[in-house]
Nanobody, 115 residues
């Protein structure tokens, strides 16, 4: 069983910051890419950020320059630092981990940006 547990979501004012964290545990070997997705109600899931084992990163255009993804390969953790948050960033965020041909997601953590 593979378990991804996210933390750090919450309510923040526009232009504020939040840091999401995710711990991956269980029977998972050789994690390659890790990342964060988000999905608003009625919309398709969007890849927010992705990071490889070697540290290469990719970001959605909508978050470039505002969000930073990082990971600790030894601890199987991945973080997402979110700065300059906007109301349109409001949605559930899901941690993602890929091992060989398999991809796993966490249960999600809600981020709400509102004044």
């Amino acid at each position: 069983q593979v378990l991804l547990v996210e933390s750090g979501g919450g309510l923040v004012h526009p232009w504020g910051s939040l840091r999401l964290s995710c711990v991956v545990s269980g029977s998972i070997f050789s994690i390659s890419a890790m990342g964060w997705d988000r999905q608003a109600p009625g919309k398709q899931r969007e890849v927010v950020a992705r990071i490889t084992t070697g540290g290469s990163t990719n970001y959605a255009d909508s978050v470039k320059g505002r969000f930073t993804i990082s990971r600790d390969n030894a601890d199987n953790t991945v973080d997402l630092q979110m700065n300059s948050l906007k109301p349109e960033d409001t949605t559930a965020y899901y941690c993602r981990a890929t091992s060989y041909a398999y991809t796993f997601w966490g249960q999600g953590t809600q981020v709400t940006v509102s004044s």
